[in-house]
């Protein structure tokens, strides 16, 4: 059974989203020519996420459309914490592929923080923080980008 079956049938018991993963904005990019200071900034894709009530993870997997507009995946578990009944602070930790120039791709570890506004109880609209490649020079192998926002916008379909 692959991750996503057994995250699927996770959500019929858990608190589960469907994800559209959707805008980016990419800070700063003539300073590291990143994307021919083209980036696409519609990373269109899908992804599933669900809450589990046991140990208060979140298990996430998805797909969208990278910076040079190709398909890129993600997969992980993260945390939320509460700061008021509009607002979460969270962050996710995973495994992703995409790339990271126009003609590489790389599938590599991250950990990423997060802001999650709680619209209604069945819409949230999450933005995750892409740090810098500069916060990490040493773990890069001489690649660069800049601080990028990724928006996440996300539907409940089970509580």
Same mark, same amino acid.
């Given at each position: 059974?692959?991750?996503?079956?057994?995250?699927?049938?996770?959500?019929?018991?858990?608190?589960?989203?469907?994800?559209?993963?959707?805008?980016?904005?990419?800070?700063?990019?003539?300073?590291?020519?990143?994307?021919?200071?083209?980036?696409?900034?519609?990373?269109?894709?899908?992804?599933?996420?669900?809450?589990?009530?046991?140990?208060?993870?979140?298990?996430?997997?998805?797909?969208?459309?990278?910076?040079?507009?190709?398909?890129?995946?993600?997969?992980?578990?993260?945390? @939320?914490?509460?700061?008021?009944?509009?607002?979460?602070?969270?962050?996710?930790?995973?495994?992703?592929?995409?790339?990271?120039?126009?003609? @590489? @791709?790389?599938?590599?570890?991250?950990?990423?923080?997060?802001?999650?506004?709680?619209?209604?109880?069945?819409?949230?609209?999450?933005?995750?923080?892409?740090?810098?490649?500069?916060?990490?020079?040493?773990?890069?192998?001489?690649?660069?980008?800049?601080?990028?926002?990724?928006?996440?916008?996300?539907?409940?379909?089970?509580?």
């Amino acid at each position: 059974m692959n991750l996503f079956s057994l995250l699927l049938i996770s959500g019929l018991f858990a608190n589960s989203f469907l994800v559209i993963n959707g805008n980016t904005y990419h800070h700063n990019v003539t300073e590291y020519d990143y994307c021919n200071n083209e980036c696409n900034s519609n990373n269109w894709g899908i992804g599933y996420e669900t809450h589990s009530n046991k140990n208060e993870l979140i298990y996430s997997v998805g797909t969208f459309m990278d910076s040079w507009d190709k398909f890129s995946w993600y997969g992980g578990m993260g945390g @939320e914490y509460y700061i008021n009944r509009f607002t979460d602070f969270g962050f996710s930790l995973g495994i992703m592929n995409k790339n990271y120039s126009a003609t @590489e @791709e790389i599938t590599t570890l991250y950990i990423f923080p997060y802001i999650a506004l709680h619209i209604t109880d069945y819409v949230i609209i999450s933005t995750t923080i892409i740090p810098t490649s500069k916060l990490v020079k040493d773990w890069t192998a001489g690649n660069n980008w800049p601080t990028t926002l990724f928006f996440q916008y996300k539907v409940r379909i089970s509580k």
